[in-house]
């Protein structure tokens, strides 16, 4: 990992970015909600971490066994003592009746509101990507979820079919787990690079950047006593690219390895593009499934003109890139650039160089020329031929020429604007309603009376809702967990950023215009005890297309 720590004169440390490399996969294709996956727990975790640095008296921190700090309510200047008072005080708050709301009132709860520090910067946290190509979270290794074996390692399948060959994070079976637990070693690692950062980052800020195309770039590959120059080829994906990876297999009969095909599917793929021989040399040994770069209709399926950029700040130097490089296709470019720019005083001996993954555009996998033949996942779905990689060092050479002697670089051929030429299969929001003598944001499923939890406790709490799509709660939350402080005064505790919250809608009948909305905290082990409510925000659209917001609680319960 590499850490970027921001300290201002006035307000001290301001942020951090970072770059490691690990695939956001920790969260299975079977999961439906909206999420951050591990690069988002991590940035939660740390911002979190430092706005409790900052804030809290360190005697009010409690330490785990790993040295890091648990989250301790700071809002709350003792705790209740008496149980059955607590007990009586919750059953005094049942659940209210849903009412409407302005669309602000869902910001100014918001645990973490922009409105809550104006004389302060806040601290921002950035968990960077880099080149994760064939880096997976899920480390427990592959295995069969018929029989509980290890899948084939050469093709990722159990007993042929890829379907069955999963990934196990270090949670398993539980991903929820498993996102948590990687985003907290991102975070420890940041926290400890964090705190020990020493090297001051000085010299100019500077950049390059060009749009290169990549679908007929010509290489200069060097030999032993000699050169060559070949080209790349239109994009194009192979077989198995359809095979998917153990962290989302794919379908069918495709598997991991495959530089032959099938003749069923080359026929499929013939109804849709054949491929021609010039191309199909090109690539070889990918067997090309889909020849995207060949497929203009209703838009072109690949892109074939894209952006590379290199950053300089100080001896920190980042490589833009629009793909998704393998653990050594990003180690030989980081290399060949260094390379070049070690040779320059203005750098001096200590240079930094990092990728910044997936920037700017998508393209795709980048491996290099020898994971090109073996032809798994990544190499199938190297778009541009087995010379990719070396097409990508010799444009960022470039770039890194320009930038040490100062000279511009040709902008490059314009990539076409397709934003007024977009297709969307989701089916508009047609109109909200609830049933007869039920409102908006009024409790389907309440907590128990009377009900008393522990620490690592399910709360769930079901409200009559509307679609999500109809406000996306910006700056806002869905949902919020309230702690009362004395009689009267609900304060925020925890909403939609926070790890242990999850807003679930759903609605059961497809045709129907009723919804429902599930909130589910799992209780921190760290929860300060006392009384507490489950809130609900949301936008309902009428029939005529006008929205309105609403919002509900829950009745009150203890956490003991």
């Not at 490059?412 to 508009?428: F, M, V």
Request: aromatic residues 10%.
């Amino acid at each position: 990992m590499t850490l970027l720590k921001f300290v201002d004169d006035e307000w001290g440390p301001l942020g951090s970015f970072n770059w490691f490399a690990t695939h956001g996969t920790s969260m299975s294709r079977t999961n439906s909600l909206i999420s951050g996956d591990n690069k988002g727990a991590a940035a939660r975790f740390m911002e979190d971490w430092f706005e409790r640095k900052g804030s809290v008296r360190m005697d009010l921190v409690r330490f785990e066994n790993d040295g890091v700090p648990r989250r301790i309510s700071n809002i709350i200047p003792s705790l209740h003592d008496n149980y059955h008072e607590l007990l009586e005080l919750a059953a005094s708050f049942r659940s209210p009746l849903g009412k409407p709301a302005t669309k602000t009132s869902s910001i100014a709860r918001r645990v973490r509101g922009v409105l809550r520090q104006v004389d302060k910067p806040r601290f921002v946290s950035a968990f960077c990507q880099t080149n994760c190509g064939d880096v997976s979270p899920n480390v427990l290794g592959t295995f069969c979820i018929d029989t509980g074996l290890p899948c084939d390692f050469n093709h990722s399948t159990c007993g042929g079919k890829n379907e069955l060959c999963y990934g196990r994070g270090p949670g398993y079976p539980d991903e929820f787990e498993s996102t948590r637990i990687i985003g907290e070693r991102q975070f420890k690692k940041a926290v400890e690079l964090f705190n020990g950062a020493s090297e001051q980052i000085k010299g100019k800020v500077d950049f390059r950047h060009a749009f290169i195309d990549f679908s007929q770039l010509g290489v200069n590959l060097s030999k032993v006593g000699a050169s060559e120059v070949i080209k790349t080829c239109p994009a194009a994906m192979g077989f198995a690219f359809a095979a998917g990876t153990t962290d989302g297999p794919g379908a069918f009969d495709f598997k991991q390895g495959d530089d032959q095909g099938n003749p069923f599917w080359k026929l499929v793929r013939n109804l849709l593009k054949t491929p021609g021989k010039e191309q199909i040399d090109c690539h070889h040994p990918k067997p090309i499934l889909l020849d995207t770069g060949e497929m203009k209709l209703p838009y072109d399926w690949a892109p074939s003109i894209l952006p590379i950029q290199v950053l300089r700040v100080g001896q920190l130097v980042i490589l833009s890139v629009p793909g998704e490089f393998t653990t050594m296709a990003g180690r030989r470019l980081r290399d060949a650039v260094k390379t070049v720019l070690s040779g320059n005083k203005g750098f001096g001996s200590n240079i930094h160089v990092v990728i910044a993954g997936l920037t700017n555009t998508y393209s795709q996998y980048v491996t290099t020329y020898e994971e090109y033949q073996v032809q798994r996942y990544e190499g199938a779905s190297t778009l541009y031929g087995p010379h990719t990689l070396s097409a990508y060092i010799q444009e960022f050479t470039k770039l890194a020429h320009a930038l040490i002697s100062g000279q511009p670089v040709e902008p490059g051929p314009q990539p076409p604007d397709l934003l007024d030429k977009q297709i969307s299969l989701l089916t508009p929001v047609v109109m909200d309603a609830t049933p007869i003598g039920v409102k908006f944001g009024d409790c389907s499923s309440d907590v128990p009376k009377n009900s008393t939890f522990k620490r690592a406790d399910m709360v769930s709490v079901t409200f009559w809702s509307a679609c999500p799509r109809n406000d996306l709660m910006t700056e806002g939350t869905f949902s919020l967990v309230e702690f009362l402080q004395g009689k009267d005064m609900w304060v925020p505790a925890y909403d939609d950023d926070d790890f242990c919250l999850r807003f679930k809608w759903s609605r059961p009948f497809k045709l129907s215009s009723h919804s429902k909305a599930t909130i589910e905290w799992r209780i921190p082990k760290d929860v300060t005890p006392g009384v507490y409510r489950i809130k609900h925000f949301g936008a309902a659209k009428g029939l005529l297309g006008s929205i309105h917001h609403f919002t509900g609680s829950s009745s009150a319960f203890v956490v003991a």
